[in-house]
C-alpha cells in the first residue's frame, strides 16, 4: 500500500514537498517513481529513483525544479518540487516497480509499475 501526503495548493514560483509511505512488502526491493495527471490528460512520468539513491531519473519538464529521494529505513520516498507552474496542477501518484531498473533512456510510463497510490492534489493557480 501506498500512501501520499503533502499536496495543496502553492503560488507560481513556490515550493511543496510530496511524500509517500509504503507498507507491505520490502520497500527496499522496489524501485519507486513519481507521476502526475492533470484532468483531460494522461498520466504522465515525473521522476523515478533505483533501489538506491544512485539510479534516478527526471522527465525533462521538471529536471533542475524537482528531486526525488527515498528512505529505505522509513519506507519512504518523497518529491520536493521547487519552482512550481500552473501548468503542473495535477494529481500526483506515487508508484512502485518490481524488477530491474529500466536506464535513463527508458520512456517510463504507468505500465512499467506494478503499486499505485490514491494520489495527492497539487494546485497552482494562474
Known amino acids: 500500500q501506498l500512501i501520499e501526503s503533502g499536496g495543496g495548493i502553492v503560488q507560481p514560483g513556490g515550493s511543496l514537498r510530496l511524500s509517500c509511505v509504503a507498507s507491505g512488502q520490502a520497500f527496499s526491493d522496489h524501485i519507486m517513481g513519481w507521476f502526475r495527471q492533470a484532468p483531460g490528460k494522461e498520466r504522465e512520468f515525473v521522476a523515478v529513483i533505483g533501489r538506491r539513491e544512485s539510479s534516478i531519473v527526471y522527465a525533462n519538464s521538471v529536471k533542475g525544479r524537482f528531486t526525488i529521494s527515498r528512505d529505505n529505513a522509513k519506507n519512504t520516498v518523497a518529491l520536493q518540487m521547487n519552482n512550481l507552474k500552473s501548468e503542473e496542477s495535477a494529481v500526483y501518484y506515487c508508484?512502485?516497480?518490481?524488477?530491474?531498473?529500466?536506464?535513463?533512456?527508458?520512456?517510463?510510463?504507468?505500465?512499467?509499475?506494478?503499486?499505485w497510490g490514491r494520489g495527492t492534489q497539487v494546485t497552482v493557480p494562474f
Open positions: 508508484a512502485a516497480r518490481t524488477g530491474i531498473f529500466l536506464g535513463g533512456t527508458y520512456p517510463y510510463a504507468e505500465e512499467d509499475f506494478h503499486y
